[in-house]
């Protein structure tokens, strides 16, 4: 079972444990009910349909269940599929655990952890240095295991994390080549920016939007706590307007959720490395399972474009 | 001196006490310095320019100084402009003070202050009221002497009450016919959505932007302190998110600055409030000075629209 | 039978006399035909699916047939569907009428009749009144029995005349707060806005558009008429052109049919109430059918939004 | 003075009997009144300033006054104006008429008549032909001598009637290469989708918007004309609904003015020829003045664009 | 066989020859494999289902194969489809070739052919000329059997050359009313502003685009073997890159994929005739099958509009 | 003399030598012509007035002509403006050449020469680096002369080779931290994306648009440079379409430019490396001459945005 579930071409023939990651009923042609789940390892995830599923069934395969999975491959409208041959549930004997099977960021919680405290620990400014601590040392655990979005780029767990390592390096050498930039508010606003995640989504896995999430979103839940963190450290320099200002106008522009564009030089940078990052991130996924000379599937946050990968990348 | 500035025609003589509300320094074409100043009385403001002017005159002739003009109006490409014949800084003998020459709202502070309070005692959710009396409470002063706005809509004293009230008005109209709204949330929603102006802004004369309100503007400032009351309040329950929506979603739209569209039913209402009561006073004040069978100079924010007052309407 | 259509939640046993609302024939995967059909009674409508119809059954079961339907209501991608268990068509000795199976407004035609005409009545300017009057009476029949729209708001019986009344009462109440507006206009405009509806739609059941409907839109067609209108009475004052602009510009911007924008105060006004009175409509409608803490189904004219129904509302 | 106003380059001298378009007062920085007067003969207008100018001189100079110039053509921010030494108002002993000093079409309004005569002639469909017939009757004087817009294009005497000609000389021939064209409808749809300029507009010299036209739009008032005529005519065919559909349509989509977008094929056709000879006559005036391999002034309704004269299009 | 495939209604049977166009597998909602086909013959293409495929029919029924069908068309969804009852591919004894069964232009290669090298033969612009002739002849075939595009217009055989021809046609005609148009350029402009599609696109049958059209676009090829033609020729005047200009804007605006907008009349104008010919060919192909008093299938292109044939269209 | 020009403030007296960049005639209120003239020397450029000029000082004082001034600095509608005193042509014995006030990259060209070339010279591809080699040694001299645009960003002598060096740099750092990157493609993209702008714009100094910019614009130059050069080096691999394409999509999308939106990987780096850079220019240049709490001037090319400066940013 060494070979991961996206590891397989269309036309092979698949047997694994996987981990249904969403599972929804439905009414087939003939009437009768069906499931299209989700089934996922650490490769990815790809959809299948149960067909003539009795209630048994139905509670059986619930979102968060592992299960012994045979079948092939095919494909579907230019997707691939799973077309199930035989499943089950697993039992304890099988020895498998959900964490087996979930996609995680490619570097571990401890590195996460140390990388982005080692960048606090450079900082020179005080108050920039005391705010950012305090609010990661608040929201660590969920800083180190939460995705970076339900969807499109660094949704898989520690991706939040992940993100903003990959982001903090970035930084570092693009500060180094411009100067000016001022590297205590450029790695706060990074280590900030998006912690307001880890309020607005469920958790790592299986992640959906909380009630708070949905009515605020992680800038405005982020920009108060940056607030009150202020308010409990005793700190009222013009940092604390100013780390506001950096995680309030991150998604750049008005009509992509921040109430005000950058209007300081590093809130610029932040939102062009974020943005960076981001689309490296789903470049490097589209890409990985295309050959030389073909397109991928179409990224939608990306405009919805395909892209080419050259004959010469062999 | 009974007639009021605005109320002079084109042509007519003006000998009056006015107050200088901004003054800008030029290089004539003759290679002279002038002044542009706008003079303002209660009935609004007009511009007039100073030529050929010593530094004396400059200093003589600062924003916020009470001046005695004589001159004549005059049109100058569809606006009217003051042309000065004579102006003299007044003195202590003249007997004027600035807020004899302020625009302010047609109803008093003390009206503002005891209208609103009767709306909070209204209120029935115990939470939803302490949060409103103790920010209204802690921002009072602020609430009942600044504008609404620095221009477009209730851009004088008193303005931001004045509009306040209207809406609270219109509400209690509008909730009367349509039972199902939360007039609790509604209200309270009314009362703070424009409360982070006391920060946003500089103050009640010659108005401008503080940093704070340019790099957070009014509705994070609000949404944070809607945040610290329910903590000093000790208040946990959902009322503390749902009117931070409120105040967050109020512009209506991203790109009109609001990171989150309404999301509830009486966020989506009270935009529609604050637009009309800012639209009837945009319309009601431009339509003022025109007569019946014209045509309203154009209102930038609404579409840059002339509106036209039906021979009908004598 | 006295518990209505809507009135059942997912997993619930139906048995009712329903109205055909409109029926679609489909071929299923397996190559043969089936029915997708809309029931629906007072409480409004759902979907269902008739498996393996005979060319008999594809007769029996056309549009604005009352049948008899037994089944289960299920969950079917987020929207609920009944699922048949068994069907037939009623019989006179059932003694069900269509119109006891049509969603209709809250209060009678008698009812609207008297209000508008009473509000016709207070009228002051007699040209006004007049052709409201007149145009009024011409469309009588269809102004009482019309829909609002084929969709999105007060899309049932009467919805014109109910959306109508319930517009008239908010302009009352908000030219009290303003009486700087003049209410004849815009009482007239209100009576007059949609009256065109009656020519651009097919009638009051299974509505569709009319070519006339496609062609010109409701708003051309009300506007010839009021030039008429004024042509019969032998009407010239600037009244019939006030009133005609109203009409053509309450959609309020050029983009959404409006082939000019408003232009005079009551306009403004009338397309703000328009849209006021049609999204309590929508938001009352889909928040129904939601528990507290639950979202509703999206409302794709206001912007596709979901809306919240907070826990505290109970 | 053979040579007219446009045709003198930067630098020349002029001594002309011109036409005062307008005229705005206004107030220099020495504080003196002076007047922006538009000056034109047959071949255009040009911008002059009158400096230093007594009430006498201002009532003296009103629009619509002919007066004799001499002056200096200079160039004023790449626009030409004329720097004037003297001015006088004519005498009747100068002999020289306003209709001497117009810009009029290339063809006379007989021209105009006989061959827009002609095409109504030719057509095959009664009630097209009958409607046609009695608006042109009715509104012939205007349709002669009306601009077909107050600038941008065909903005001269008899520029409507020629606008009109020219698309139906142009309609013939596409319909030629495309014979599936109705050429009834065309025909019709030409002659009549800008008729109700003469409504909307003030008149041939001097022009301005009407109230009507200000609140209406030709479009719709055009669209109301149809509908009258058909009534008083009797015509009650579908060809009534469906040229009312071409007039209110040819703008092409609901942003520039048309509150339908084109569903008749005809109506396509017809906005495409509208907007194709517009563009041809912008081109023709605006490359007129220009030498080859240069650039021309930027063309508002063209997307402000600079068109280019090839070199070798000597 | 005399009746072509699409001129068959709803309910009747077919028994006709017919190309398959494209063919894709998919698995039925019972988990059994199905092919969703195109079928195709000279009057247009129509879709049907094959179910239960075996892995043997998958291969025998490929694009590009000729088989025999008969079947009956039904309606779904508002759009024909045919349900198969028997198919077989065809053997040699049936006789038919695939050139039989493709949409062509109405007119032949030799038409096409002989017209455009007359429009060339009479350019009076020898640099101009022998341009156009030198990339004519480089890619004639192509050019006489190559679609205008893959969808929307002119998409079937010789659709290059037919669109070319009819807007030389149109430009002729044009070009007699307004005189002052360079002839040679548009002419020019109309033979190669699509040329570049024999690059783009893969051939003339099962059309897809190649890696360099989906890199480049016809656009840029063109420009660059403009530029080639020019050093190849030994031609350096500016024509070169006045007809590089043409080609590079004639999509008209920035975002529809022209880098630049047109800077020369005569590309303005090209434009506007490739707009109107494809706009006319849209036209009657989706009104063909429109009966009188009845609207097309929405058209894409025309942003997605239906046209309407009006009642007196017989 | 060693205090620059843009070193002064408001009030400050000024006695330097400077080049006029630009000198415009304007006829002044009072009749009198006067030049409006553009000075600069390496710190930048201000404007200046010279009033009542005689026909002799307009000649004397044209575009690249260097003058000794002697003035003041004041402020004019928040922009800076030199208020002149004296002013004189500089003759030979003044020693000062045109290049002593010309602002120029902060590297020299050797610098930028040998930068490059490396570059190059690690190129392991050798088709991307015989192309991109061959083309920057055609248009080496422009390419270490020109600026990278004519206002915005690198708007001086050698900005065009000090943006590449600055990207290249840049791109070498993302490289090493998203090791999939082709950093062949990558460097060559760069080296070639503005390298047409050597035809587009006329020259290092005074630079203005060439007709074949206007007309075809740097990308479509240089798409065509890359399939000449690689004509003439015989290489035909996929190499060439992958540089055009890396050009033509570096504007990222089609309404700035691009008729193609990035589909390489590479190229959406590039477009994001581009923007970078330039924005980090702009901003720098903007804030040099901001103190501590205030805010920049408005910057066009960043939606027009002030930009602030902490009060911590001593």
Redesign the interface.
């Known amino acids: 079972m060494a070979k991961e579930l996206l590891m397989h071409d269309v036309g092979e023939q698949v047997d694994l444990f996987l981990l249904i990651k969403s599972a929804?009923?439905?009414?087939?042609?003939?009437?009768k009910p069906?499931l299209t789940i989700i089934l996922q390892d650490q490769s990815g995830d790809i959809e299948a349909?149960l067909?003539d599923t009795s209630d048994d069934e139905v509670k059986m395969y619930q979102p968060e269940t592992i299960v012994r999975v045979a079948g092939e491959v095919?494909?579907?409208?230019g997707r691939m599929?799973l077309?199930i041959r035989q499943i089950r549930p697993s039992s304890p004997q099988d020895g498998v655990s959900v964490s087996d099977l979930l996609e995680t960021a490619p570097i571990s919680k401890d590195e996460i952890s140390s990388k982005v405290t080692q960048y606090i620990f450079e900082m020179k400014?005080p108050n920039i240095q005391r705010i950012t601590r305090h609010l990661l040392k608040k929201y660590l655990q969920g800083f180190l295991e939460y995705p970076a979005a339900t969807k499109n780029h660094h949704e898989f767990v520690s991706g939040l994390g992940y993100h903003v390592v990959?982001m903090l390096?970035?930084a570092k050498?693009?500060a180094?080549?411009?100067p000016?930039l001022?590297k205590d508010?450029l790695f706060s606003g990074i280590i900030l920016h998006d912690l307001g995640k880890v309020i607005e989504l469920s958790g790592p896995v299986s992640t959906s939007y909380t009630?708070?999430g949905?009515?605020?979103?992680h800038?405005?839940i982020m920009?108060?706590e940056i607030?009150?963190a202020a308010?409990e450290l005793g700190i009222h320099?013009?940092?604390v307007?100013?780390l506001?200002?950096l995680v309030?106008s991150h998604h750049g522009k008005?009509?992509?959720?921040?109430?005000?564009?950058?209007?300081?030089?590093e809130a610029?940078?932040l939102h062009?490395i974020d943005?960076?990052d981001a689309?490296?991130n789903m470049?490097?996924r589209a890409?990985k399972r295309v050959k030389p000379?073909e397109?991928s599937e179409r990224i939608f946050p990306?405009?919805n474009?395909?892209?080419?990968k050259?004959?010469?990348?062999l």
């Open positions: 929804t009923k439905g009414i087939a042609s003939n009437g069906f349909k067909w095919h494909n579907y409208r599929q077309k400014n990959s390096d970035l050498a693009i180094e080549l411009y000016s001022d508010l009630v708070e949905n009515l605020l979103g800038i405005s920009v108060n607030g009150k308010d320099g013009e940092e307007v100013i506001q200002h309030l008005l009509e992509w959720g921040s109430p005000k564009q950058p209007m300081i030089k610029e940078i062009l943005n960076l689309k490296m470049l490097d890409l000379g397109f990306l405009d474009r395909s892209f080419y050259p004959t010469f990348h």
